[in-house]
């Protein structure tokens, strides 16, 4: 029998988040299997178990996992200030991020399922949104970024709300229409309250 070093478990338990993450965006938790995700990851059912606990603690690592990619390759790597909340903004109200939804934000995808998930994955969904939203506050604020916190996790709730129904839309001009004016809503949060 071939004994695997620690470094292949954790770059293994690594692919399972990453693949889990993808699939679970794309279909649901609960139209997600564990065969499907261990297939997806490209390993036998008998492996899980060897990095979860249960399909409940791999969902909530791939939750907060998604959420902290989400963090890192979006919202830290926006142009500074007010340039980089509307580059967020367009992005994530784009017709690419809602035709692509195993690639695109875990809120949009997952909010419904998230809501009736177990108090532990809740909690991994909440730190990880607060991480998200600090990352916003700190653009719209930068001098006190807990004062823009409400505002931050609106704009996230508009967006991700926008993005559901855009995507839930069978007519795509309807759909299209709705992200133009979802983003319109949201730069109008950004520019509310502020003083010219």
């Keep these: 029998m071939v004994r695997y070093g620690k470094e292949h478990k954790s770059e293994t338990r690594r692919r399972i988040i990453e693949t889990a993450g993808r699939r679970f965006k794309q279909d649901g938790i609960d139209g997600s299997g564990v065969s499907t995700l261990m297939k997806d990851a490209g390993l036998t059912n008998g492996a899980f178990y060897a990095h979860f606990e249960s399909k409940n603690d791999l969902v909530a690592t791939a939750i907060a996992d998604q959420l902290s990619v ?38 949009a995808a997952l909010l419904d399922e998230i809501g009736r998930c177990t108090d532990t994955t809740r909690q ?71 003083h010219v």
């Design 124 to 194: 991994a969904y909440t730190d990880g949104v607060l991480v998200l939203i600090d990352g916003i506050a700190a653009r719209m604020a930068p001098e006190a970024p807990s004062s823009a916190r409400v505002k931050a996790l609106s704009l996230l709730g508009l967006m991700a709300g926008t993005l559901q129904l855009s995507r839930a839309l069978t007519d795509s001009r309807l759909s299209n229409e709705l992200l133009d004016q979802g983003v319109n809503n949201a730069l109008a949060l950004l520019d509310a309250g502020q």
């Design 70 to 107: 989400q963090a890192e390759n979006v919202v830290a790597r926006a142009a500074p200030g007010r340039a980089g909340l509307e580059q967020i903004v367009r992005g994530y109200l784009s017709p690419q991020h809602r035709d692509t939804p195993g690639e695109g934000c875990p809120n």
